[in-house]
């Protein structure tokens, strides 16, 4: 298959592919606007501490007293810093005061085009750039802020993707890349921007070079397996190379899932006092003769309890033991999501969301716009030294000495982890989630409380438990009740420990004890869970699958494609028809490249070149001769794997013939068999059973949202919009909405 396409870093191909896909090539993309450039990587020491940015020719005197008095005076003498959010440029103009100038990029400013590959497979996989549409007027201004500023600093976020960023702005600014240019703020605080701003750097094009690669090689994966899913599928699908391996996994723990087959078995507790009936014991059977005892049926179950009557009940052991409980480390960004979709609730692209705004800066009186938290995208659990200090010298005045630990505690990530960044942490651990709440959203609130207390508690003290374990027997069955009291809080004094006190009266070995009851019930094993999107997360990191800071994205993706639903009430990933069917195809015909194995390893190869250890289109082109002849293969004899139509056993009413469920770019609808001649459709409406608190007359119906920044999440309108406009993110009760439930968001990123 030859159609080449342009697909997103892994995931959709756009619209524009139907019509390139039915050419068996595509012609050479028109030059115009169109930037290639190719990078060498140079591993060049850094230019002298006092090396200058830029210097600009000096252009005529006359030409450019009248271009900067009209438009670029106030950029005259300044340094022009070029940030990607404009809410970051706010927070650092107003730290770097008059002698500096923000600006924005707002993201990317170069990328590859959409509808075509843009990938020269034949000349060393060289990508081809583009201004990014829609922001010819801002690289206009950009460039005209440069040239007129003293030098120009590029201050894009520090990690591949900003690094990207850093790249393209110098190539279209005319910024000598060799030059010290690039500056990495890790955290947005006074402290953090003067430190990044004395200390330039040259862009790293190793760096640079990591996220091209990754780039080009999400681009091929998807714009070759996309129109194959168009041709042998269902048009309009897509695949990645991250996005379907996470489909996959969804796919097969459903597929364990309905393979489980429950088997029986009994619990057996004996409840029990002492012989003054002081004391009150609940005992769990658990051993026969000293091995693990596992009860399989009601006749088993009634037998144990017999022989456990006949028997003596006697204390065999009654002990407690001290235990130590050690903090867990600060957030990194896979953990970060896990907690925060357990104690928030929020879908890790949510939780992106609101740590973005932390991280760029928030108004507190008094200290001015303020960065509360450092760069949230990272897998290291470093803290630097300041940050160490900082946070002992508050627990020992908050909390005393005695909470404080001889030395600050240390943390090592599992496997390899990128190291360029601390982890995620409040920059100042003296602002209290308490003491600037006022400042915050509810949303923003929770999330810096959770950061801020894991924070101080990772360089707190261990808890102390104490655990208590009381043993008995009976004609050879043994029993045991088990309890946990907490003796000493430490870092539990900011952060949950998890653990509720079950405290135990004492008993004395060798004395008996009554049985008061037995109490004998009936289970069956449990299938594993389905994955919520938090467990997702952590699978993908457990296995080596993607990065930190494409976790949200992929599972964003999924539910974006109509791959994977939410569960109404648990939040479950189920994986639809459409994408256990996308799975099934691609599992068919390219099982080694949908594959946690290789893409795992094809993770550590990406990271290798960010090191230096391996050339990324040696890498490019290793891949290539292995995947495009499987391409090839599947399009010319490949099965296709079409769903049936699916009858729903209506009439249409305007024609007469059957109506089909159907999918288009917002998902199911039903539409008519007569189609082209009868354009009869209708959206598929499923109601909750549940009245509309608002109008009292309708009943409320789950939607999903389509377009803004909540695109994808699921909320809950009436079906008489719009001559009712109740709409609420959370399901109400069955009598009507909680005043929090009710209230009405605007329905402009809605689909009503």
């Known amino acids: 298959m030859a159609a080449k396409k342009t697909v997103k870093q892994d995931e959709a191909v756009p619209q524009e592919i139907e019509k390139s896909a039915k050419s068996s090539s595509v012609k050479k993309a028109a030059k115009a606007e169109t930037v290639k450039k190719t990078a060498k990587t140079t591993k060049t020491a850094k230019a002298s501490a006092g090396t200058t940015t830029k210097k600009k020719a000096p252009a005529k005197k006359g030409a450019t007293k009248t271009t900067r008095s009209q438009k670029f005076s106030q950029y005259d003498g300044k340094t022009l810093v070029v940030v990607e959010s404009p809410a970051k440029a706010k927070t650092l103009e107003k730290i770097l005061g008059t002698r500096y100038k923000v600006l924005a990029s707002v993201g990317h400013v170069r990328d590859l085009p959409k509808g075509r590959l843009a990938i020269d497979v034949e000349h060393d996989f060289e990508p081809e750039y583009i201004q990014v549409r829609g922001k010819a007027d801002l690289i206009k201004t950009l460039k005209g802020a440069s040239a007129a500023s003293e030098r120009t600093l590029l201050a894009s976020d520090p990690d591949r993707e900003g690094e990207a960023i850093a790249w393209h702005l110098a190539s279209l600014l005319d910024i000598d890349t060799q030059q010290q240019c690039r500056i990495r703020m890790h955290e947005i605080t006074e402290h953090g921007v003067r430190s990044a701003i004395s200390e330039p750097d040259m862009i790293n094009m190793e760096l640079v070079e990591a996220q091209q690669a990754r780039r080009v090689l999400d681009r091929l994966v998807g714009y070759e397996l996309s129109p194959l899913l168009w041709y042998k599928v269902q048009r309009g699908l897509s695949a990645g190379r991250v996005q379907s391996v996470a489909l996959r996994i969804v796919c097969e723990r459903e597929e364990e899932i309905e393979r489980f087959i429950p ?102 009186p008094g200290r001015g716009p303020t960065g509360l938290i450092t760069y949230m995208r990272t897998d290291s659990l470093r803290l630097a030294p300041e940050a160490l200090e900082s946070s002992r010298a508050f627990i020992a005045n908050s909390f005393g000495r005695n909470y404080l630990p001889d030395k600050p505690n240390e943390y090592m990530p599992k496997g390899k982890a990128q190291d360029a960044h601390e982890a995620i942490r409040a920059t100042d651990a003296m602002l209290t989630p308490e003491s600037i709440k006022d400042y915050l959203t509810p949303e923003q609130y929770r999330l810096y409380e959770l950061i801020w207390s894991r924070f101080i508690a990772s360089q707190m003290r261990d808890a102390v438990v104490a655990r208590t374990n009381l043993v008995c027997s009976s004609a050879d069955y043994q029993m045991k009740q088990s309890g946990v009291v907490v003796t000493f809080d430490g870092w539990g004094r900011v952060y949950p420990l998890g653990i509720k006190d079950i405290t135990m009266e004492p008993a004395v070995k060798g004395e008996d004890l009554a049985i ?144 089909i469920v159907k999918r288009g770019r917002f998902g199911e609808f039903i539409a008519c068999t007569g189609y082209p001649e009868c354009k009869y459709t209708r959206k598929i409406v499923k109601t909750t059973g549940i009245k509309c608190p608002k109008c009292g007359q309708g009943e409320l119906i789950r939607r999903k949202t389509t377009k803004g920044k909540m695109k994808g999440r699921f909320f809950y309108g009436c079906e008489r919009y719009p001559d009712c406009d109740y709409v609420s993110w959370k399901k109400p009760g069955k009598e009507g909405a909680m005043e929090e439930e009710a209230q009405v968001v605007e329905p402009n990123d809605t689909d009503m």
């Open 263 to 364: 088997e029986e078995y009994w619990l057996m507790d004996v409840d029990a006092n002492s012989l003054d009936k002081k004391r009150s014991y609940k005992l769990r059977v658990e051993k026969y003769k000293n091995k693990p005892l596992t009860i399989n049926n009601e006749e088993e179950a009634l037998k144990i309890e017999s022989e456990i009557r006949a028997g003596r009940l006697t204390v065999d052991d009654f002990s407690t033991k001290e235990s130590k409980k050690q903090p867990s480390p600060p957030f990194k960004t896979s953990t970060l999501q896990q907690e925060a979709s357990r104690r928030c609730g929020f879908a890790p692209k949510r939780t992106m969301r609101i740590a973005q705004a932390l991280y760029e800066g928030i108004e507190i």
């Open 516 to 659: 008061e009851k037995i109490v004998k019930e009936q289970k069956f094993t449990q299938p594993l869970p389905r994955y919520t999107e938090a467990g997702l997360v952590k699978a993908l990191e457990e296995k080596g699958i993607g990065r930190p800071s494409t976790y949200a994205t992929i599972i964003d993706t999924l539910s974006l494609r109509g791959y994977v639903d939410r569960g109404e009430e648990d939040k479950k990933l189920i994986p639809t028809k459409l994408g256990r069917l996308v799975n099934n195809f691609l599992v068919r015909y390219f099982s080694s490249i949908v594959n946690e194995g290789f893409t795992a390893t094809m993770e550590k190869e990406l990271d290798q070149i960010e090191s230096g250890e391996i050339e990324w289109k040696k890498l490019m082109a290793d891949f290539w001769k292995g995947f495009k002849p499987v391409v090839d293969e599947v399009s010319a004899h490949g099965e296709s794997m079409r769903p049936e139509p699916e009858l729903i056993g209506e009439k249409c009413p305007e024609c007469g013939h059957e109506l």
